[in-house]
């Protein structure tokens, strides 16, 4: 459905999109994690983006799918000096058929102006531990929670 993806970002972001033959051709686990067309193709076809998108196998395997490439084809950025670093950008989204959609998006979620909140930070936990070298088991992963938690409730730790 999606023709083509246009982006406007802060400053801050430009070293997600730039080299341009860079971000839009990873080969590597590294590649595509500092790849903004990598990761927003990944998202926009699977659904999500975390961390199994970014083996080396993973990101070989996309990038020679055609689909895929056509997404990252289609996608292209400016950079607009006066947005804050990181926080602020903009996406406009045209489909096949024309029709055009954008939105701003301002306090994405785990940023200053908008922290996670504890239940997503735990979410976010969770999918994070099934790529542990090592598996610490359900109880322990469960104490780094309340013990994460208990520092947050200390004044110098906020």
Request: aromatic share 12%.
């Amino acid at each position: 459905e999606i023709d083509t993806l246009h982006f406007t970002v802060s400053e801050g972001c430009r070293h997600v999109f730039e080299p341009h033959d860079q971000k839009w051709n990873p080969s590597t686990d590294e590649a595509g994690m500092f790849s903004a067309p990598y990761s927003i193709a990944y998202a926009a076809i699977h659904g999500d983006c975390f961390l199994e998108a970014y083996s080396d196998a993973e990101v070989q395997k996309n990038m020679a799918d055609p689909a895929f490439r056509a997404l990252m084809d289609g996608m292209s950025y400016d950079v607009d000096e006066s947005l804050p670093s990181f926080d602020d950008y903009t996406i406009t989204v045209t489909l096949k058929d024309g029709r055009t959609f954008s939105r701003q998006e301002k306090d994405l979620p785990g940023n200053v102006r908008h922290p996670m909140s504890w239940d997503e930070a735990e979410h976010k936990f969770w999918n994070a531990a099934r790529f542990c070298a090592v598996d610490l088991g359900k109880e322990r992963y469960q104490k780094i929670i309340r013990l994460c938690k208990k520092l947050y409730k200390l004044a110098y730790m906020r």
